[in-house]
T-cell receptor
Framework: DAKTTQPPSMDCAEGRAANLPCNHS???????VYWYRQIHSQGPQYIIH???NNETNEMASLIITEDRKSSTLILPHATLRDTAVYYC????????????FGTGTKLQVIP | DAGVTQSPTHLIKTRGQQVTLRCSPK?????VSWYQQALGQGPQFIFQ???????QRGNFPDRFSGHQFPNYSSELNVNALLLGDSALYLC???????????FGQGTRLTVV
């Protein structure tokens, strides 16, 4: 799996958009960008994934640059419940592929 | 759909003992993976089971073993527990031909 680089921590005001960046310059052509988050002492929660097009679901939007070397997860209106560690992961999109976690970004939403 | 369920939620064991953790995958998922998460770190892959066989394994000693049953549920066994085995143990399930892995809430193991 390709390596990812994320800032260790970020703050965001409640109600504002949270933009979490991720660098993955060694991503392969068949690897997708996945985002998970982990609220304190709970299991990681799947958020979104994409290959090269921008993706949106009920939780977030994923913006992937044209060269696929970086991406941004956007939480459009952050709430206190979005405080968590966010992991950006690149992997082949197959159930048999393990998930390799880095250190993630600790997002603190501030009232 | 109950999602991925793990039991027990918390466990305290003494150094040198053996422990068994259990995981029921999400409905329709046939692949189960186990992860260890030490405090302050990201989860680390232990191994994966598919069709009742260990398909791939991370960098963990043989003290860590597992099993998958015909109903796709799985167990993680750890022998000769060390203090360093204290961690949150996570189970993830996925359909083998699917794209997403779903995690349970984990079992918090404390070795004293």
């Amino acid at each position: 799996d390709a390596k990812t680089t994320q800032p260790p921590s970020m703050d965001c005001a409640e109600g504002r958009a949270a933009n979490l960046p991720c660098n993955h310059s060694t991503i392969s052509g068949n690897e997708y960008v996945y985002w998970y988050r982990q609220i304190h002492s709970q299991g990681p929660q799947y958020i979104i994934h994409g290959l090269k097009n921008n993706e949106t679901n009920e939780m977030a939007s994923l913006i992937i640059t044209e060269d696929r070397k970086s991406s941004t997860l956007i939480l459009p209106h952050a709430t206190l419940r979005d405080t968590a560690v966010y992991y950006c992961i690149v992997r082949v999109a197959a159930g048999y592929q393990k998930v390799t976690f880095g250190t993630g970004t600790k997002l603190q939403v501030i009232p | 759909d109950a999602g991925v369920t793990q039991s027990p939620t918390h466990l305290i064991k003494t150094r040198g003992q053996q422990v068994t953790l259990r995981c029921s995958p999400k409905s329709g998922h046939d692949t189960v993976s186990w992860y260890q998460q030490a405090l302050g770190q990201g989860p680390q892959f232990i191994f994966q089971y598919y069709e009742e066989e260990e398909r791939q394994r991370g960098n963990f000693p043989d003290r860590f073993s597992g099993h998958q049953f015909p109903n796709y549920s799985s167990e993680l066994n750890v022998n000769a527990l060390l203090l360093g085995d204290s961690a949150l143990y996570l189970c993830a399930s996925s359909p083998d031909r699917g794209t997403e892995a779903f995690f349970g809430q984990g079992t918090r193991l404390t070795v004293v």
